[in-house]
């Protein structure tokens, strides 16, 4: 049973370009999370998609846009990208009943700006 | 608004030794969850233990309990018996409401556990 998948795992841009992250959550998860982790720092949430909506939003920019497929993958997209958008980025999914309370997270893709 | 404290930005443990790692928190929700997370060098987050708001008993998985203490809004980790792949970072979160994903972290602990 795959856990959560992202891709790619390290990624170098410059000021000003786009980028865009994938995740594919656990088998059976339908509701995915993206953070972004500055060096030194915990997660912070960005947003939550379920049922290819966006249902929840943290504190960031509109630069920060998302989108999730019907197979429940999400992708991150980062407009305009700044030198402070360098982090981690971590995708978290989660399923319906059990465990419902424990998200799983992804290794996640370091994200450099130069 | 909700706000999670570690106190303790690294640690050091002798091998096979208790630890206990603080968090405090802060809210003003009833209905809340809190989780630890350990992070190593590798950089995925994993899960290590969760307590309901609502949970009468404090949680416990495997090594790992956590000491929940609702007046003093405090929710420290205990690690029995430590060994030398427990050193990561730790990370003690919480959501508000019941499902949420928004989950707040704290700046972690560093925990290093020596032979």
């Known amino acids: 049973d795959a856990g959560v998948t992202q891709s790619p795992t390290h990624l170098i841009k410059t000021r000003g370009q786009q980028v865009t992250l994938r995740c594919s959550p656990k088998?059976?998860?339908?509701?995915v999370s993206w953070y972004q982790q500055a060096l030194g720092q915990g997660p912070q949430f960005i947003f939550q998609?379920?049922?290819?909506?966006?249902?929840q939003r943290g504190n960031f920019p509109d630069r920060f846009s998302g989108h999730q497929f019907p197979n429940y993958s999400s992708e991150l997209n980062v407009n305009a990208l700044l030198l402070g958008d360098s982090a981690l980025y971590l995708c978290?999914?989660?399923?319906?009943?059990?465990?419902?309370?424990?998200?799983?997270f992804g290794p996640g893709t370091r994200l450099t700006v130069l | 608004a909700q706000k999670i404290t570690q106190t303790q930005p690294g640690m050091f443990v002798q091998e096979k030794e208790a630890v206990t790692l603080d968090c405090t928190y802060d809210?003003?929700?009833?209905?809340?969850?809190l989780f630890w997370y350990k992070q190593p060098s590798s950089g995925e987050m994993i899960f290590l233990i969760y307590?309901?708001?609502?949970?009468?008993q404090n949680a416990t998985e495997g090594r790992y309990s956590l000491n929940f203490q609702k007046a003093r809004k405090s929710a420290n980790l205990v690690i029995s018996a430590s060994q030398l792949g427990d050193s990561a970072m730790y990370f003690c979160?919480?959501?508000?409401?019941?499902?949420?994903?928004?989950?707040?972290f704290g700046k972690g602990t560093r925990l290093h556990i020596l032979p």
């Open positions: 809210t003003s929700d009833q209905s809340y969850g």
């Open positions: 998609y379920y049922e290819e909506e966006e249902r």
């Open positions: 978290a999914s989660r399923g319906g009943g059990g465990r419902g309370n424990e998200q799983f």
């Open positions: 088998s059976g998860h339908d509701t």
């Open positions: 307590q309901g708001s609502y949970d009468e």
């Open positions: 979160a919480m959501r508000e409401g019941h499902r949420d994903d928004k989950i707040i």
